[in-house]
Structures are given as structure tokens and as C-alpha cells.
């Protein structure tokens, strides 16, 4: 039977490439046994590879605009180089030798896609066709935390679309990211001032978890001693739910109050076993709550120095008073309508500001001033401290990517606009809402208003004993408008930027109001009630008066990215972060209105073309995993990694085994594993590595033993953070199985894995894929992310839920944990990006992708071995090769003066990101090319590493010319002001230029070597006031 | 302590709490003390507070019961003076040993001298 198949194949091959006959016929014949089992596996020959990547001119019915020659950088010529340096002649021998024979499963892929992928005009055809089928053009006046919003074209092509701004990776390297750190800078000097709070964050990943964030951090400050934690009723309901999940694992109960009613509402507060409180201003029924009420909820928290939180819109508070001003502690919210689409719920910017006292303890990155080494101002990422990737199981968050690139549009949009135009847009806002608001409160409306203030919602009760859904239906039928059911006869709608006076007149015929024209002439916009406006004067700094004319903007957008090395720079060899193309023929369909005009709380029926997508995404995502089910919910890879464990654990308690609650994981491991872990209320206990690099089996096995009534799961990451493949794995897996416990794969290293072997192959019961790494979605300079968790058969029941709307792939049901995001399927925007990346690789594509990957990193590890200590591949080592990433040690030097930072700042000499540093070995850097870098760039960064070697052997020799390192970065500026190049001992030519390609093709960084020390110190986040300004011109 | 905590009592029960030259050399330049609020009851083993440098942050674990009497408030300004001084003016805070409390018997402490003698076998 399989001969037979297996034959046709063959046959099939030979009929359509006369070329590739002679090849096959020959192996064949040498080999016959071997092909034959080889053609029933997934086939990554080199001969393969030729053939996906060279046209067939005589196959008319396949356009010439392949993506997989696109994609990946070395061509077939290159590749057969490339494996010759290591002693190979074929892609496929190779693998073999570096795969380990029982990891290595070559499992088909069954991709819903051609084969050999679709081409670029193709795929941009197909993802038109179904985009089609959103209901795009429909008004939504849903509200409920999304609304509409222009985004100026000016931002959209020179921000959001543009790959300068994408492709750049979280701002680790300040020295050459200070456009993006300005950015977000702006950012959080927006958010600071609007909430009135002086410390903001540069985004989280939606309201949410923003909100999940504010009530932990409130548990923390009780050191986790008060457990109840009290919210208002009046909340958006999606953020109530992931306020449950996360409170769950520590066992917080949550308890809902009606704050309308202040007095019972201060009477709960005042117990001493309450740690903070969330109210919403305005709330999601549209009402404002009076100040005094505000003051009254802050008195009676702080009486007992707990703290109140006020979940709150950043357009209403251009004109409301800050909730700082009543005493809130915490400030959080979505920034999505400055500019950020709806985009089927995500990715959107939530922000996070508190209260000085609370600096050290708020989540999330934060942008800091210091300055360089030559004194001059410049930014960086501040109070790293505080993150998971130092504090593992002890930090108080596990967010690790937020939403970077969505704060930066909300950050440019008020940019452009300045405070004035902000405050235009919210009194139009406002002005054409009280039309409506009172043209119902009017005697010849049906209809009841039930909040008596508003800045933008209004929530209806229906008179004439109409039903909410009849009223939907007429809406929709006759004006194309989407309202909101809040329950069987009432409705609630919010009105935005994008409102017209056609779509107010629309509505008041929706509400049977006649007369509209005499509602319509009133004039609002400057009616907001006194006792809710703020009185000072909003965004006072320069940079927010600067720029409000195109010209003007455009050439500002344009210097910051310029400052900034991104992709289209050079490579980006970061370890673990799998910095690949992120194609253009993906990206476009992301600023398409068919998949961003649309309300995460559009009925089924009107996202049929997300439902399609989706569906098939996530049969693909399976496939590749080997896995049975999947929720794409997660919007970050920490987030992953909790739902994930939140599922396991939901699973042991459907069991009967709650009690397990011991989670394995190696001392190797991401820092966001321990930190999830924790935040999942899981015990985490390390599991010790060996001196090679692998885990130790014999520790995880002791263990395991001794938590054997306890233990929940092990975190694995695979290939190993330390970028092998362990053949020991699948034995790993056994003994954690064997004793009850679950095993979650990490798949930030799936990039290795792709049509080769899979966590599910393995035996995992879950993992995380991190679309933004292995699956093309851009990094976006610190998010959006995607990642989504894939679990086997058992888990399914438990993957989460939504509150608000039903899943549309049919995912929830009693036994799902709630949810983890505030929108059903997370950043759902950025889902058409990996959907394209699959779709054109193709099963017989996609392989290759890993493949390639390896034989890149493999490569440059050759290259630099006999330059660099190689961790782990060398001669200590039974192991010959590195999976997708490798380790360059430096530690040898440190006692000589020379340190793994040097190196990475000496890189940008070179126009080149540093590798990952320090991660997962301190004092080292860890390399991943990818495999959508051509041989040049490899070559040129190999190149580059060489040449710093010569270097550091000038330094450990005391030569004065190995200051060079010490000095790097050199800034334009270091060179041409700085006055003691005479004692230097190394030239202006030598700093700037120590390879001749740099002459054509040189990136400068902006500021020198940046001093953390002084920015931890003296924390300041936000823009230099006006005042500072003025003082230091003086 | 093994955690490199070190505990000064005098006869009234007051004791001084701090980490040793050992810990802060290991820590670098120390950025920011977080210390507790006075008055606050402390378990041994429970967190009192952190330290952190640009690169790292530390826990520092009460060292037996007790409660907190006075914290140094020149750390908030100066963080620094844990590096120069940890054995003296880098003490951190001031407690009242718990009833009952006899620190030649609470489990995990050693004199200065066993201590030592831990530190030559860690390198």
C-alpha cells in the first residue's frame, strides 16, 4: 500500500519537472529503501529546497511570485556553500545529524493551503475574498471600552506601516532606539497628565489585565495578608472577567459594589480586610460619579492605606477631572481611540499610571531620562529591576512584551492633534451625545435615559414595550447601525470621533424621535457640567505644540525612526527573539478596513471573514504543534504561558486534585516561566541544569518524586533556552507524566521545530506558540504580540471563554477558565499576518523555514568558532551542532577589563543590534540569524564579530587602542565634539569605521554608552515640563 | 544567616538588621532600599524588604521575629551607604525581637564566624 502511494508520488513529481527526473531517479537508485520512507515524511532535501525555491517556468499555471525565495535568504547555491564549511552536501543529511533520530518526526504537514504556498498577488486575493465577508461598512455604536477613531493617514503610512517602526525589537540597546524611546516617553507624559498620576508606564496589554495588574498590585502592597478586593458594579464586563481569573489562583475575593449607592459602597471599603478598589469614570453604563462620591471611595481606602484604582478613558479625560484629583492611587485604561482601530478587539495600548510611593512596584516597562557618557541627555528603559526577567517567581507581574507600537500611534496622535485638537474632538464627542441625551429625555420620546450624566454613552431604557432586539434589528436593517443589548429592553450605545450629524439623525429615528432638526441645532461644546470639568491646562509641553501641520509631522515621525535601528537596517540576531521577515504582502491587510473597522462585540453573523480566518489559522497552528485544540486568546507570550497553566490546573481540579500545585522548572528557563507560574499560584521549584547545557534528568526525576502528590506540571522550553536539541526530552516528558504531573512546552523556540517535530509529537500537554517570533508578526519595538496556547484533547474543555460574546470557532464551555484577555481572540488584527506567513510557505515550504534557520545559525557558529568560546557545541561537548541560536562566552575576558556589554555596544560601531545578552547565561550573547538572512548579511555580521575579537585582544594585551570598546557606541557627536581624540589611542576613522563596508553603509547611533546607574537613581518618565525647559536654557 | 542577613541584639530585645560586606559586594552599586513600615510584625522567613542594583534585585528575609521599630530613612536618600558601610551606618532596620524570642536558639542563624566559614565553602 505505502509503496504504491508512495511511488505515484514519485510519478507525480517526475511528470511535472523534467529537471528534477535525473535527481530523483538517481537517488532512487542508490537508495531506493531509504527514499522510500523519506518521500512518506515531510521532504527536506536540498534537492527540495532548489525546487520551491527556483521558478518552473514550465508549470503555466503557477504565477512567478513565490514567497518562499522571499523569505528565506540563502539561495540553493549559497546553501550548498554553506554546507560545505561544515562538512555536508545535503539539507537533509544535515538535520539528521543535528536532530536528534527519536526528536526527528518529519510529520506532513496538513496546511489548508496549496502545497507549495500560495504567491504573493494570490494570497492578497484570497485574504481580500474573505476579508469581504466583515461587515465593515456597518457603524458600530457598541462602545463598551472600543470605539471608532480616525487614525491620520500621516501616522498610519509613516508609523503603523512602516516597517522602520515594526520591525524594531523591544528598546534593550537605548543608544540605538532613542526615536522609539522618545515616543514612548511622549506616551507616558500623555498618561501621566491626563490621570493627573506622575508615574506611567510605557503600555500594557489591555484594559483587562491592566485592571488584573492594578488589583494584584493592591494584594502586594497588603503583602498579600488582604484578601478581598472590591469592584463597582458598573465595570465593563470583560474586564470583571479577567479580574476573576486572575484572581483566583491567590484566592482573592472579589466583591461587587453598587459605588452609586456611596454610602453602602464606603461601608465595605472601610473593612480592613479589603485591599484596594476598582471603579470605572466614566462608567460602562455611561454615568460620571460625582466627585464627592470619588473623594468619599479614596478616604475610606486610604483610612486603612489600601488603594483605589479608576479604570478611565483617556479622550473623556481631556475634559474630566483627574482621578488623582479625589486620590486615586492607580489610573488604568485603553488607549485604542486615539487613533489605535477597533481591530476585532486588538492589539490596542492599555496605559497604567500610580502614585509615586507605588514607582518601584507598578508593572511593565518604563521609559527613564539619563545620560550618556559624555553627559548629554538620553533615554532608556528604567527600574528593569522590577521586571520578571530578574525577578522571576518573586516578581509581582509577568508581562514581558506589551503593546509598543499601538502606544506609540495613540502617542503620535496626540502629537498631532496637540491638546486643543484632543479637546475639539472630546467636546464634539460630548456636544453630539447631549443632543441625543436630551432629544430622549425629550417628553416625545418612548424611550427612558437611565444615566443622568455622560460624556460619551448613554445607556436606554425602552419604552412602548419594544425589545432591545427588536430595536438592534430595526438599527441595523434600516441605518446599518450596531447598538449594544445590555439586557431585554435596554440598550446603551457610545458615540466617537467618526459620529457625523447624518448618524445622529440616523439615530434619533432609530429611537422614534421626531422634530430631529430641532435637537441637532443645539450647540453642547462647551456645556461639559463644571463640576466634572478639569480646569488646568492638559499637554503643556513642547512637543505636543510642535507638530500639528502634516509637513511638520511627517518630518518628525521621520526623525525619530531614523534613530532607530530596525530591520531594515541590518540583522537582528537576538537569541530567543527570531527577529525574521515580516513581509510586506503579510502586513497589508492589517490597515485594510475589512479587518480594522471591526467591534469585538459585532454580532457572529457580521465577522464571518474573521471566523473564516480564524477557523483555519487554527487548524493550521494544530497541524504544526500536533496538537488537538487551541485558543488564540492569549495576547502576549507570558500571557500564554498563565493561560496555559490556568488550564492545566482547571484541568487537576476537574480531576479532583487541586492540591497539586508544584510546578518544575529548569534554572535555564525565561524569566516570564517562574513569574507566570506565580501569578498562576503555582510553587515554582528549579530543576538544576548539567555543565553541557542539558537538564539535569536525574534532578527533575528526584524532584519529581518528592513532589509527587504535588505536582502540577513542568515548563520546558525546546529546543532548550540554551538553543539545543536535548534527546532526552521525550524521558523528561515521561517521568513528569509518570507522576501525575502535566507538561507545558514554551515555544519560543518553535522556530527550530516547524514540519520537523512538534511538542505534540513529543508528548506535551500543552505549549505556547509566539507568533510574533516564529510566526512573522512583527515586534512592533515591544509588542503587539500573539500567542496563542495549543493543548491536547483533555484540555480543550478548559480553554477560556468570553463573557460578553460567544467564541465564533466554538471554543468555552462550563469547564472554561474565564478569560484572560478583555477581547475573545486577543490581538485579532495581527492574526491575517501568520495566516498569510503559513499560507505561503505551504506544507512543503513552511519546513524550511526551521531548516533554514538552522543551517544560518549553524553556519556562523562555524565561522566564529575558532574566534569565540562556543557554549555547550564544543569540544566538551558530545553535541556538534546548535539548533537555531548559539552561545558566544565571553566570560574568559571579564577578569581582563572586557565585558559581554562591550561587545554589544561595539556592535552598533558596526551597525549591527547586539545579540541577546546575558540571557540565558550572563556574560554571554546569543546569536540567532533566522532564516530570512542571506549569506552576505551573515557573512558581513561574522565579519563584524571577527573584527571586534582583534579588539578585545588589543585590550586584554593593555594595548590603549582597546579603550575603543570601552568607548563604544561613538556617537556623531562624541566624534566631532569630543576634544581628546590625541589621548585616546585609537582614531576617529578606527571608532567609526573598522570595516570598509561601513564607508557605504553606516548607522549612527544617536547618544554614547548610556549611564543606567543615574536613571535608576533619579527616575523622571515623563517630558521635561516647560519650566525644566526654561531653566536649562538659562 | 545564609542569605547573607546579619542580626545585632542588644540586651533589651532591640535588634539591628542588615546584609553583610559579603552580600553587597555581590550586589554592586545598590540603587534602591525598600524597607517596611514601623510598626509592621515581621515572621522570620518572611520578606523585610529589597535591595536593588541596576542589574539585580535581592529579597532580604527577617531573620527571626519580630517587629519593626525604626527603619533608616538615610538609605531612601542614599542607597549607597549600604556598599560603603553594610555592617554599620548600612544597617537597615531596627526591631523589637518577639516574645519568647532567643536568638542563640532560633534555627538558620550562625555567629559571624560560622558564617565565614560558609562563605569560603560557596567559593
Known amino acids: 500500500m505505502l509503496r504504491t502511494r508512495v511511488t505515484a508520488l514519485l510519478c507525480r513529481a517526475t511528470v511535472r519537472s523534467s529537471t528534477n527526473y535525473v535527481s530523483l531517479a538517481r537517488t532512487r537508485s542508490f537508495h531506493s529503501q531509504s527514499i522510500l520512507l523519506k518521500t512518506a515524511a515531510t521532504d527536506i532535501t536540498s534537492t527540495q529546497y532548489s525546487r520551491i525555491f527556483n521558478p518552473d517556468l514550465k508549470n503555466i499555471d503557477r504565477p512567478l511570485d513565490t514567497f518562499a525565495r522571499r523569505h528565506l535568504g540563502p539561495s540553493p547555491s549559497d546553501v550548498k556553500k554553506m554546507l560545505k564549511t561544515m562538512g555536508y552536501s545535503d539539507l537533509n543529511a544535515f538535520i539528521e545529524e543535528l536532530v536528534p533520530p527519536n526528536i526527528l518526526k518529519r510529520r506532513p504537514l496538513k496546511l489548508e493551503a496549496p502545497s507549495k504556498g500560495f504567491c504573493e498577488q494570490e494570497m492578497l486575493q484570497h485574504l481580500e475574498k474573505i476579508a469581504n465577508k466583515n461587515h465593515y461598512k456597518v457603524k458600530n455604536f457598541i462602545g463598551k471600552g472600543y470605539y471608532g477613531t480616525i487614525l491620520p493617514p500621516v501616522i498610519q503610512r509613516n508609523l503603523l506601516e512602516s516597517p522602520e517602526w515594526y520591525t524594531s ?63 463597582d458594579k458598573k465595570l465593563h464586563q470583560q474586564t470583571k472577567s479577567v479580574l476573576h481569573t486572575r484572581a483566583k489562583p491567590f484566592n482573592i475575593e472579589i466583591i461587587e459594589v453598587d459605588c452609586s449607592d ?12 479589603v485591599s484596594g478598589c476598582l471603579v470605572q469614570y466614566p462608567a460602562t453604563d455611561g454615568s460620571i460619579l460625582p466627585p464627592d462620591s470619588m ?41 485604542q481611540r486615539f487613533g489605535v482601530p477597533m481591530g476585532y478587539g486588538g492589539p490596542h495600548a492599555a496605559f497604567f499610571a500610580v502614585i509615586d510611593k507605588l514607582n518601584r512596584k507598578i508593572p511593565g516597562r518604563i521609559v527613564g531620562i539619563s545620560k550618556d557618557r559624555l553627559g548629554k541627555t538620553a533615554l532608556r528603559l528604567a527600574l528593569q529591576t522590577r521586571e520578571q526577567h530578574i525577578k522571576r517567581d518573586k516578581a509581582t507581574s509577568n508581562i514581558c512584551t506589551a503593546q509598543a507600537l499601538l502606544a506609540n500611534v495613540a502617542s503620535s496622535y496626540c502629537v498631532y492633534h496637540g491638546p486643543k485638537g484632543l479637546q475639539n474632538i472630546s467636546r464634539r464627542i460630548f456636544s453630539l451625545t447631549s443632543i441625543l441625551a436630551n432629544a430622549i429625555e425629550n417628553d416625545s420620546c418612548p424611550h427612558e435615559l437611565i444615566n443622568k450624566t455622560w460624556f460619551d454613552t448613554l445607556t436606554i431604557k425602552l419604552g412602548n414595550g419594544i425589545s432591545s432586539e427588536q430595536l438592534l434589528d430595526k438599527a441595523l436593517k434600516e441605518f446599518n447601525i450596531n447598538l449594544f443589548a445590555v439586557d431585554t429592553t435596554t440598550i446603551s450605545l457610545a458615540l466617537d470621533e467618526t459620529t457625523t450629524k447624518a448618524d445622529v439623525e440616523n439615530l434619533l429615528k432609530v429611537f422614534d424621535i421626531e422634530n430631529s432638526s430641532q435637537f441637532l441645532s443645539e450647540d453642547y461644546s462647551n456645556s461639559f457640567p463644571r463640576e466634572f470639568q478639569r480646569t488646568d491646562e492638559i499637554l503643556r509641553n513642547e512637543v505636543f505644540h510642535m507638530h500639528h501641520s502634516e509637513t511638520a509631522m511627517l518630518r518628525y515621525l521621520h526623525r525619530l525612526q531614523s534613530r532607530d535601528l530596525s530591520l531594515a537596517n541590518s540583522m537582528i540576531p537576538l537569541g530567543s527573539c527570531t527577529m525574521k521577515l515580516n513581509s510586506t504582502v503579510e502586513m497589508m491587510p492589517i490597515t485594510w478596513p475589512q479587518f480594522s473597522n471591526i467591534h469585538p462585540f459585532q454580532p457572529s453573523n457580521q465577522v464571518q471573514g474573521y471566523k473564516e480566518l480564524i477557523t483555519s489559522l487554527e487548524k493550521d497552528l494544530c497541524s504544526i504543534t500536533g496538537f488537538d485544540g487551541i485558543s488564540l486568546q492569549p495576547n502576549s507570550g507570558a500571557q500564554g504561558e498563565y493561560t496555559g497553566l490556568r488550564v492545566i490546573r482547571s484541568y487537576l481540579e476537574s480531576k479532583g486534585e487541586n492540591h497539586r500545585n508544584v510546578c518544575l522548572i529548569p534554572v535555564s528557563a525565561h524569566g516570564t516561566n517562574p513569574a507566570s507560574a506565580a501569578m498562576a499560584g503555582l510553587k515554582v521549584v528549579p530543576v538544576n541544569c548539567l555543565q553541557d547545557g542539558s537538564l539535569d534528568l536525574v534532578d527533575l526525576k528526584n524532584k519529581a518524586e518528592q513532589h509527587s502528590k504535588e505536582l502540577a506540571a513542568v515548563m520546558i522550553t525546546y529546543p532548550s533556552t540554551y538553543g539545543l536539541f536535548e534527546p532526552g526530552i521525550q524521558h523528561a516528558i515521561d517521568i513528569v507524566h509518570s507522576f501525575g504531573g502535566q507538561v507545558y512546552l514554551d515555544g519560543a523556540n518553535m522556530n527550530a521545530q516547524v514540519g520537523l517535530t512538534s ?17 512573522s508578526i512583527p515586534h512592533g519595538g515591544g509588542g503587539p504580540a500573539g500567542a496563542p496556547i495549543c493543548v491536547k484533547s483533555h484540555l480543550i474543555p478548559h480553554l477560556p471563554k ?98 559581554a556589554i562591550d561587545v554589544a555596544k561595539r556592535l552598533q560601531d558596526y551597525g549591527f543590534h547586539a545579540p541577546t545578552l546575558a540571557f540565558p547565561v550572563p556574560g554571554t550573547l546569543m546569536i540567532e540569524p533566522t532564516e530570512s538572512e542571506n549569506l552576505e548579511e551573515l557573512d558581513r555580521f561574522c565579519d563584524a564579530m571577527i573584527s571586534i575579537k582583534e579588539e578585545i585582544n588589543a585590550l586584554v594585551a593593555g594595548q590603549p587602542k582597546g579603550q575603543i570598546l570601552k568607548n563604544a557606541p561613538h556617537s556623531l557627536e562624541d566624534l566631532i565634539t569630543s576634544s581628546n581624540w590625541d589621548t585616546r589611542g585609537y582614531t576617529r576613522e578606527e571608532a567609526a569605521y573598522p570595516l570598509p563596508f561601513l564607508r557605504y553603509n553606516k548607522f549612527w547611533p544617536t547618544v554614547a554608552r548610556l549611564d543606567d546607574t543615574y536613571g535608576d537613581m533619579n527616575l523622571i518618565c515623563t517630558c521635561p515640563s516647560v519650566e525644566e525647559i526654561a531653566n536649562e536654557t538659562e | 544567616t545564609s542569605q547573607h542577613e546579619w542580626i545585632a541584639v542588644h540586651q533589651d530585645k532591640t535588634a539591628f538588621v542588615g546584609i553583610t560586606k559579603y552580600a553587597t559586594d555581590a550586589l554592586g552599586d545598590a540603587t534602591y532600599v525598600e524597607l517596611p513600615e514601623v510598626g509592621t510584625e515581621i515572621a522570620q522567613g518572611e520578606s523585610l524588604g529589597s535591595i536593588e542594583s541596576v542589574k539585580s534585585a535581592s529579597e532580604i528575609y527577617q531573620p527571626a521575629d519580630g517587629t519593626v521599630e525604626e527603619i533608616n530613612t538615610n538609605l531612601e536618600e542614599n542607597p549607597g551607604v549600604v556598599n560603603e558601610d553594610p555592617m554599620g551606618d548600612g544597617w537597615l532596620v531596627k526591631m523589637k525581637l518577639g516574645e519568647g524570642v532567643n536568638v542563640e536558639q532560633v534555627e538558620g542563624l550562625m555567629s559571624l564566624e560560622q558564617y565565614e566559614k560558609t562563605l569560603v565553602h560557596d567559593d
Open chain 1, 169 to 231: 525589537y523591544t528598546p534593550y540597546q537605548p543608544e540605538i532606539s532613542q526615536g522609539r524611546l522618545e515616543a514612548l516617553l511622549n506616551f507616558q507624559t500623555v498618561v501621566s497628565d491626563l490621570t493627573g498620576l506622575p508615574v506611567a508606564n510605557a503600555s500594557l496589554l489591555d484594559e483587562g489585565t491592566a485592571a488584573g495588574e492594578a488589583m494584584l498590585l493592591s494584594f502586594n502592597i497588603s503583602r498579600k495578608k488582604k484578601l478581598k478586593y472590591v469592584i
Open chain 1, 262 to 273: 456611596i454610602k453602602k459602597a464606603v461601608d465595605v471599603l472601610k473593612n480592613p480586610d
Open chain 1, 295 to 335: 473623594k468619599q471611595l479614596s478616604d475610606a481606602l486610604h483610612s486603612h492605606k489600601s488603594l483605589l484604582s479608576v479604570a478611565s478613558d483617556l479622550m473623556a479625560l481631556t475634559l474630566l477631572k483627574p482621578p488623582a484629583h479625589y486620590g486615586a492611587d492607580i489610573v488604568l485604561g485603553s488607549s
Open chain 1, 759 to 775: 511538542p505534540g509529537d513529543l508528548g506535551a500537554d500543552v505549549c505556547h506558540l509566539n507568533l510574533h517570533k516564529t510566526f
Open chain 1, 802 to 899: 468570553h463573557d460578553v460574546v460567544d467564541m465564533i470557532t466554538g471554543i468555552g464551555g462550563s469547564k472554561s477558565i474565564d478569560s484572560v484577555s478583555s477581547a475573545p481572540y486577543g490581538n485579532a488584527l495581527v492574526l491575517p499576518i501568520s495566516y498569510a506567513y503559513i499560507k505561503m510557505m505551504g506544507n512543503e515550504g513552511l519546513p524550511f523555514s526551521s531548516v533554514i534557520a538552522m543551517l544560518n545559525s549553524n553556519y556562523m557558529m562555524t565561522r566564529l568558532k575558532d574566534h569565540y568560546k562556543i557554549l555547550f557545541v564544543n569540544e566538551m561537548s558530545t553535541l556538534k551542532h546548535c539548533a537555531h541560536e548559539f552561545i558566544v562566552d565571553l566570560r574568559e575576558y571579564k577578569a581582563k577589563g572586557v565585558e
